[in-house]
């Protein structure tokens, strides 16, 4: 069976996810999600009353941050489409340090915090080590 087209596919649906979570940042994600009071043992009220310029702050930063996961994103689809699946020199490992630094951080930090996304994410790491795994079976 030939592996090859499976493991580009992977990681295209891995970058694909990530693009959507970006968007998820940019558009649609709260300056702080119950759980990000739960970790910080505050209240909404408090932060609101003691910190007044967080959420507005907070909300720039996660506009930024989802633009970085987008481009990501976007970047690792065009990765898996073309170096990937060519397996040009060096593709494996820019894939692997690049799924370590971006989804693999991103999942190592929502275990830390007790993330409700934690197991979600977790599974959307598995995508990018499945891609790595039918990319190193296929020779």
């Known amino acids: 069976m030939n592996l090859k087209p499976y493991s580009a596919s ?8 990530l ?7 940019i558009f649609l994600r709260p300056s702080l999600l119950p759980e990000d009071l739960g970790y910080m043992g505050s209240t909404l009220q408090n932060v609101k009353e003691n910190i007044p310029g967080l959420l507005n702050w907070l909300q720039k930063i ?7 996961i987008f481009a990501t994103g976007l970047l690792t689809i065009f990765i898996a489409m073309t170096s990937f699946r060519k397996r040009m020199k060096s593709a494996f490992i820019i894939v692997t340090i690049a799924g370590l630094t971006s989804i693999g951080f991103m999942t190592i930090v929502n275990f830390i915090i ?26």
Do not use: C, E, P, Q
């Open 10 to 17: 992977t990681l295209a649906l891995a970058g694909l996810i």
């Open 62 to 68: 996660f506009w930024v941050m989802g633009g970085y």
């Open 19 to 25: 693009a959507g979570m970006g968007l998820y940042f």
């Open 114 to 139: 007790n993330s409700d996304f934690k197991w979600m994410l977790f599974a959307f790491s598995l995508l990018w080590l499945i891609a790595l795994i039918l990319y190193r079976s296929h020779k």
